[in-house]
């Protein structure tokens, strides 16, 4: 299936079925065949609400004062779509996106070609199922406060911040879209991981004015991505092969290090004023370790020498944090990829084609 197909469709058609062999971020090339809707209304309000908070120009201005290259000011093509009817690798419950042309092993020639498709019902899947009974068992009544505004502003956190995290990847000494950066050479793991810091870091500093985007990132970082794989191996998860996995150790050792969480009588708390001076410290170190003008060995040699001094290295392996670890074996009764329903079986998909059709 082609990729300028499936954007012509997604943008302007309510339903798309998406068919066809793809590369999602947690699964290597398998089929998947789901009719998605797109959530305007969803789209609509986020913009909305950008505007009542700030304006999306003066979010925008953030990221080009932090680098003065970025050019293209335009709202990313990324879209808010529901599941409707699926099966395959899309609702396996672990991908929360698709991002093309790579979903289908190509390489974009321009910025018009580069688009994107968040599972907006995936994510909220996985913070019902996951990461909200995870506060309820371990944190304390700050930071279960503090977690209402994103219950509240579910869906709208999470198009929002997969807006700018795309915008983030326009940025800064990692950027990858709509292209590479010249003379960027470290392999695509480091890439992964540095620019997934580097997203994440932006997001937190440059959209304070949604405390709900900390909460988000924060949460899904640690009790999402940072717990894959504790059950099978609960030394090391799967932080030596998945990216998002060792950051959530990074962040762990960054955030109980400078007190950001801390226990107070038998639970856990996150101060979140601490985040700006976290964060924009991040940010400057993980700019600082790229040179692009070295070659690729001495670029890959210097961020895997960052990395092992990160997260405890040992044996060829990373290892979770003693204390992470701890609070993950008091949590193993909570899933760490929970099962998605789409709301229709998928041996309805050619009859709801037809009802779609014929309503048209």
């Not at 913009?47 to 003065?68: G, N």
Request: net charge negative; aromatic share 12%.
């Amino acid at each position: 299936m082609e990729a300028q197909n499936i954007l012509e469709s997604v943008k302007n058609e309510e339903y798309s079925r998406i068919q066809g062999h793809f590369k999602l971020t947690k699964s290597e090339f398998n089929f998947a065949d789901v009719l998605i809707r797109r959530d305007r209304e969803l789209e609509d309000a986020v913009f909305s609400w950008i505007e009542q908070r700030t304006s999306y120009r003066s979010l925008i201005e953030k990221y080009k004062a932090y680098d003065h290259e970025l050019e293209d000011f335009s709202n990313p093509q990324h879209f808010a779509a529901n599941v409707i009817i699926g099966s395959g690798s899309i609702c396996s419950g672990q991908n929360i996106f698709m991002f093309f042309p790579q979903a289908i092993g190509q390489v974009a020639a321009n910025e018009n070609e580069v688009f994107g498709i968040e599972f907006i019902d995936i994510w909220s899947n996985i913070f019902t199922s996951v990461i909200f009974p995870i506060v309820r068992r371990s944190f304390g009544p700050s930071t279960g406060t503090r977690l209402l505004s994103l219950y509240n502003n579910l869906d709208k956190t999470i198009y929002l911040a997969s807006v700018f995290h795309e915008v983030g990847h326009r940025v800064g000494p990692y950027r990858v879209s709509p292209q590479l950066r010249p003379n960027l050479k470290i392999n695509p793991y480091f890439l992964d991981v540095m620019g997934e810091i580097s997203t994440d870091s932006l997001l937190i500093r440059h959209l304070s004015e949604f405390p709900e985007i900390a909460t988000f990132v924060i949460m899904q970082r640690l009790f999402w991505f940072g717990r894959l794989g504790f059950k099978d191996d609960p030394i090391s998860g799967q932080t030596t092969i998945d990216n998002d996995s060792w950051i959530g150790s990074l962040l762990w050792n960054r955030l109980t290090a400078a007190g950001a969480i801390f226990a107070d009588h038998g639970r856990l708390e996150i101060d979140f004023s601490l985040f700006p001076t976290i964060f924009a410290d991040l940010t400057q170190e993980v700019d600082s370790l790229l040179s692009l003008h070295k070659n690729a060995d001495d670029q890959n040699q210097q961020i895997d020498r960052w990395m092992k001094q990160q997260v405890k290295y040992t044996e060829g392996k990373f290892q979770l944090p003693d204390s992470f670890r701890v609070l993950l074996e008091d949590l193993q009764e909570i899933p760490e990829i929970p099962h998605f329903h789409a709301p229709f079986p998928y041996s309805q998909m050619e009859s709801f084609i037809g009802a779609i059709q014929n309503g048209k």
